[in-house]
């Protein structure tokens, strides 16, 4: 029992210095929701979250841990030297439960216990924990990684794999309590009526837009909204992207994932946001980056939107690879990067076009969509095409403020049969001529269409 007190009291510890680290504040995820199920699950395997420094692994998976188990034992690789070497001594569940209770001095009770082990870039230890999902037992293990890319190394059926991303708008809503004006905005998507509270919901959205999702820009903004203390805080996590970008063996590559990641917003400044190589520097060539934008790509530093050269199921066949163009994964970088302020947000609507319109691909990101976009031979183009689990294929226009509706989701829907669309505007929820109008601060409901 003791040993058991002794651990809570290490984990409470740890999670009360990310919460001070937080002002104070909680962040609940929605992926509490899958480790609840997780954890309940009769063939659980030993589960591997994954995802970009900075956007809540460890805290969350604590905080689940403390509130879910009697106990947590939790081993962080960048503490232990050793741990690789000794760990692939072991070739039993029952010597690795020994292991793990030696490098902390806290007991594991299957069912009872949580292991957590982080900081995991090492083959090896995953290639041992996979032990335990080979056969079934009652021990329950979480493996943290930040490069989505180990996952290729990690790959196994012995696994099982969770991605978390920066806060979508909801969570951003939920740690300001507004869980009302969520709802709100959940019975108006389904039903397709105004929202009563509208206007709320879009300074409440400007506000996330400037912040962007990472938990500590958001702690800040609940404590005193000082965007000093916001950009200090974005500025730190591009630091250690940028030493997240230094892991890589080819020292060219990472001098490459710098200006490519450098180059992003000049890139969705453009009319036409197709990605350019010369805007990274004159005469850039895509054998020299593509190895670079791969990188940045797959461990989910900047999403790519690839153009269709068909529309047909799947979507994923029609892909133009050569032809794409690139989003931020959180706009309060992509804010920060473009060295804005409130009025010239306020004011500038190409400016805020932009913030939306990686806003929105970001959303769709979460929602577990691929990103695609549409290009005719002429000017019709549409900014995003999904494609449902059910295999409906459905357009997304984005009209800002500034710009007249085209008629090109029209035509597309002619064109390919098209019976569902989308457009995403800064106006209320309305159908008109059979098309869907979704305020931009409701995208995260797009997964009710998956």
């Known amino acids: ?29 929605k992926i509490l929701k899958f480790l609840e199920h997780w954890k309940d699950e009769e063939d659980r395997k030993p589960l591997v979250v994954y995802g970009s420094k900075q956007v809540g692994k460890t805290y969350t998976v604590l905080k689940f841990g403390e509130e879910e188990y009697k106990n947590v034992v939790y081993i962080d690789t960048d503490n232990y030297e050793s741990f690789v070497q000794d760990i692939k001594k072991e070739k039993t569940m029952d010597g690795m439960i020994n292991l793990f209770m030696s490098y902390t001095n806290e007991e594991i009770v299957k069912n009872e216990t949580l292991v957590i082990i982080d900081n995991v870039n090492n083959v090896d230890i995953v290639n041992s924990i996979k032990t335990f999902g080979k056969f079934k037992n009652d021990y ?27 806060m979508d708008f909801e969570e951003y809503l939920t740690a300001l309590g507004k869980t009302d004006l969520i709802d709100f905005i959940r019975v108006s998507f389904k039903n397709n009526t105004k929202m009563p509270f509208h206007s709320v919901a879009m300074e409440y959205f400007n506000n996330y837009i400037i912040t962007g999702g990472m938990p500590e820009a958001v702690s800040l903004s609940l404590t005193d909204n000082n965007l000093l203390l916001i950009h200090s805080a974005l500025d730190k996590i591009m630091d250690s992207y940028k030493k997240e970008m230094a892991q890589q063996d080819n020292l060219i590559d990472i001098t490459r994932c710098y200006e490519v990641y450098d180059s992003t917003p000049l890139q969705l400044q ?24 791969n990188f940045l790509h797959n461990n989910g530093f900047i999403y790519k939107s690839y153009k269709l ?113 989308i457009r995403v505007t800064q106006d209320n929820f309305c159908l008109k001529k059979g098309i869907r109008y979704v305020p931009v601060y409701a995208t995260f409901c797009f997964s009710e269409m998956m």
Request: glycine residues 6%; proline residues 2%.
């Open 270 to 293: 453009k009319a036409n946001k197709k990605f350019q190589y010369g805007l990274i520097k004159d005469g850039g060539r895509s054998k020299e980056y593509e190895s670079a934008l």
């Open 1 to 29: 029992m003791f040993k058991a007190v002794l651990t809570m009291n290490f984990i409470s510890n740890i999670i009360y210095d990310i919460k001070n680290d937080l002002g104070g504040h909680f962040m609940e995820r």
């Open 309 to 421: 050269n068909d529309v047909k199921s799947p979507l994923s066949a029609s892909k133009d690879k050569d032809n794409f163009k690139v989003y931020l994964n959180d706009t309060g970088i992509l804010y920060k990067k473009m060295h804005l302020n409130r009025a010239k947000f306020d004011n500038d609507l190409n400016t805020k076009a932009i913030l939306y319109e990686n806003s929105i691909a970001s959303s769709l990101i979460s929602c577990g969509y691929s990103l695609q976009y549409y290009q005719s031979e002429g000017k019709a183009s549409i900014d995003f095409v999904i494609q449902t689990r059910a295999g409906n294929i459905i357009p997304i226009e984005f009209v800002p403020y500034n710009k007249t509706k085209s008629k090109s989701l029209a035509v597309f829907m002619d064109k390919y049969k098209i019976k569902d669309a």
């Open 140 to 166: 329950h293990i979480i493996l943290i990684t930040s490069l989505k890319t180990n996952l290729s190394k990690f790959k196994g059926v012995e696994l099982q794999f969770k991605s978390m991303l920066p």
